[in-house]
């Protein structure tokens, strides 16, 4: 299976970009990177996902390096609300079970 | 549109007791997942269910077992519980069947379970 490597933990000023970085070297080809964010206590939430190209939404931007080895997600303007756990994910090799790692924890600050 | 639906959102059991856990989603998804989240710990696939009438074990699925009813409701059932059961128990479902690598997760709020 694809593996992630997040950092434990980042802080991030109230209205500035957050970058959270997440390296997945063993990606495979057909291998989608997926982001997911868990605000306090509460189930996860579907962020943002891609294969090769960057992609944005209304909640945040996904860059993908060209070798797909490591991927940035971007959220423009932080706010408070946005202090959560952010997990980075590569689906398995049998397209089934999205793996859960410790992920990176985001606070955000004013 | 209420998503995933989980029931209860609390509950403490003694050691040895049995519940079953609720889970229910209205997006007409193919596939259903129970995860267990343990303080500071990230979420672990304990079962799932790519669709209906079928059922796979995950990463922990000793001391439970599971149902899929329908397409919609999806249920985990503690026979025995033991406190290296407390933990934080979240369902999700998704729209495509397994096999397939561009899908979603949508998740329910969780329900807190205690052993005593």
């Known amino acids: 299976d694809a593996k992630t490597t997040q950092p434990t933990s980042m802080d991030c000023a109230e209205g500035r970009a957050a970058n959270l970085p997440c390296n997945h070297s063993?990606?495979?080809?057909?291998?989608?990177v997926y982001w997911y964010r868990q605000i306090h206590s509460q189930g996860p939430q579907y962020i943002i996902h891609?294969?090769?190209n960057n992609e944005t939404n209304e909640m945040a931007s996904l860059i993908i390096t060209e070798d797909r080895k490591s991927s940035t997600l971007i959220l423009p303007h932080a706010t408070l609300r946005d202090t959560a756990v952010y997990y980075c994910?590569?689906?398995?090799?049998?397209?089934?079970?999205?793996?859960f790692g410790p992920g990176t924890r985001l606070s955000v600050l004013p | 549109n209420a998503g995933v639906t989980q029931t209860p959102k609390f509950q403490v059991l003694k050691t040895g007791q049995s519940m079953t856990l609720q889970c229910a989603q209205d997006?007409?998804?193919?596939?259903m997942y129970w995860y267990r989240q343990d303080p500071g710990m990230g979420l672990r696939l304990i079962y799932y269910?790519?669709?209906?009438?079928?059922?796979d074990k995950g990463e922990v699925p000793n001391g439970y077992n599971v149902s899929r009813l329908n397409k919609r409701e999806f249920s985990l059932r503690l026979e025995s519980a033991a406190p290296s059961q407390t933990s934080v128990y979240f369902c999700?479902?998704?729209?495509?069947?397994?096999?397939?690598?561009?899908?979603?997760?949508?998740f329910g709020s969780g329900t807190q379970l205690s052993v005593l």
């Open positions: 994910i590569v689906r398995d090799n049998y397209g089934q079970n999205f793996v």
């Open positions: 269910s790519a669709s209906e009438g079928t059922t």
């Open positions: 999700a479902s998704s729209e495509q069947a397994g096999g397939l690598t561009n899908e979603k997760l949508f």
């Open positions: 891609g294969l090769k």
């Open positions: 063993t990606i495979s080809g057909n291998e989608y």
């Open positions: 997006m007409n998804h193919n596939s």
